[in-house]
C-alpha cells in the first residue's frame, strides 16, 4: 500500500471541508490501523517521537521539574515550573499528580529529580507516553528543547494495532498537514517487520469531524 502525497492531501481537504464550524480551532489527526502483527510480543510494540516539518500549529503546553538553573531558564521562556518541593507535595495527592499529566503535553526534568519523578509521577507519565526529557541541572537555555517539542508528537504502539496522532490543526493548508501526515506514515512504517504491507488503512479527521479514508 503506497500512498500517493496528492491522495493524503485530497483526504486532508475532504476532512476539514466536511467539519462543521467549530467555537475552537479543531486539531487534524491521523489514525493508522495496523494488520499481521501480534502485540503480544515485546518486539512488536514501540515508541516514537516524530519532528512533524511543519510543527503541530499551535503552542503545546510544556512543565519543568526543576530547581536552580533549569528553573530560571523556564521562567525565562514563560513556561511553568514544579519545583522539588512541589513535586514532593504530590507524593501525597495523586489526584493533583493525576491532573497535571493530564494538563501538560510534555515535561522537561532536571536530571537529579528523576528519581523522584519516577517514584511520584511514574505511574501518571508513564501510560501516557509522557516521561520527561532530562536535561543536564546546569543547562542555562530550553530554547533549542522547547522549539523541537512544539513540533514533536509522541506515538506509541502498545495493545491495539491502531495508532493516533495529531498532525496540525484546521487553520494549516493542505500540504502542510499531507506532509505532516507522511512524516507519521514513514516512520510508524519505518518501525514495521514487512513496512507498508502491514497498514491496513489510513483516516484523517477533524477532532470533531468524521474520519476520511487516505486511497492507498
Known sequence: ???????????????????????????VEVAINLKDIDLKKPENRF?????????????INIAV????????????LGLDVISGAELEELANNPRQAR????????????APLMPKIGRILGRFLGPRNKMPVVVPPTLQDLTPIVEKLNKTVRIQLKNNPSIHAPVGTETMNEEE????????????????????????????????????????
Open 1 to 27: 500500500m503506497a500512498f500517493d502525497r496528492q491522495k493524503i492531501v485530497e483526504a486532508v481537504k475532504e476532512a476539514k471541508a466536511r467539519a462543521k464550524p467549530r467555537n475552537f480551532t479543531q486539531t
Open 47 to 59: 515508541k516514537l517521537e516524530v519532528v512533524l516539518p511543519h510543527g503541530r500549529g499551535k503552542k
Open 99 to 110: 491532573k497535571i499529566a493530564r494538563k501538560y503535553d510534555f515535561f522537561i526534568a532536571a
Open 177 to 216: 498537514l499531507a506532509e505532516n501526515v507522511e512524516a507519521i506514515l514513514n516512520a510508524v512504517i519505518g518501525k514495521l517487520e514487512r513496512g507498508e504491507s502491514q497498514v491496513k488503512s489510513v483516516y484523517v479527521k477533524t477532532t470533531m469531524g468524521p474520519a476520511v479514508k487516505i486511497e492507498g
Open 65 to 76: 521539574i526543576a530547581d536552580g538553573a533549569v528553573a530560571e531558564a523556564a521562567k525565562k
